[in-house]
């Protein structure tokens, strides 16, 4: 079985700071992991996808996250954030035997002037 | 612009009545699948169809059915609705349905049931 658990239910930071979304997984296979963004009133668009090529992921708009085995995480960074970030993040976990996503409960970003 | 399109985007419906929502997948995608969100349960899987045919069920309710059609659009039927069935419910798409391949979401449809 997958699952992910994304530590913060809410995160502010200060535009220009940095950005950690905190995410931990548990599968039974090698997983996929994937990190999603929601801006209000839309749907869901894809960020970046860990697929077990390498561990450093880069994805839109300048986030990237590192699989880490040993911790069993996929923190999701970026290194300066900027105001148009603000949006509902998820995180999600699929495996090779499952082609459906188990999803994170989100975490929200707010970006303070 | 995803591609997906989702329809309608708003409804509201009283307990007890039945809805069907539809999704139009992306051109040449062959896997649909339906995910509901809602403030208490978050993002959930609820049905994958490939080509036509049901490839994976999540926590879908009894109440609930779904079915791919053959130019690949797929509807969700929602019955005898109660208040907890308020939320978003969420259609993907991609193109094989393979675990590693990025699905694609439409902006959902918002169900309100009073």
């Known amino acids: 079985a997958q699952s992910v658990t994304q530590l913060g239910s809410h995160v502010s930071v200060s535009e220009g700071a940095l950005v950690l979304l905190r995410c931990n997984y548990s599968?039974?296979?090698?997983?996929?992991l994937f990190w999603y963004v929601q801006y209000p009133n839309q749907g869901l668009q894809l960020l970046l996808k860990?697929?077990?090529?390498?561990?450093l992921v880069k994805g839109i708009n300048g986030f990237e996250a590192e699989f880490k085995k040993s911790e069993t995480s996929f923190h999701l960074t970026k290194p300066s954030a900027h105001m148009s970030d603000a949006a509902e993040y998820f995180c999600a976990v699929s495996g090779t035997g499952a082609n459906n996503l188990f999803f994170g409960t989100g975490t929200r970003l707010t970006v303070i002037p | 612009d995803s591609g997906v399109t989702q329809t309608p985007k708003h409804l509201i419906t009283a307990t007890g009545q039945r809805v069907t929502l539809r999704c139009s997948p992306r051109s040449g995608d062959l896997s649909v699948y339906w995910y509901q969100q809602s403030l208490d349960q978050g993002l959930q899987f609820l049905i994958q169809?490939?080509?036509?045919?049901?490839?994976a069920k999540g926590n879908i309710l009894e109440r609930f059915s779904a079915q791919q059609f053959p130019d690949l659009h797929s509807e969700l039927n929602l019955s005898s609705l109660e208040l907890g069935d308020s939320a978003l419910y969420f259609c993907?798409?991609?193109?094989?349905?393979?675990?590693?391949?990025?699905?694609?979401f439409g902006q959902g449809t918002r169900l309100t049931v009073v």
């Open positions: 993907a798409s991609s193109a094989q349905g393979a675990a590693n391949t990025e699905a694609f």
């Open positions: 860990y697929t077990s090529a390498a561990t």
């Open positions: 169809y490939y080509n036509g045919e049901e490839r």
């Open positions: 599968s039974s296979v090698p997983p996929y």
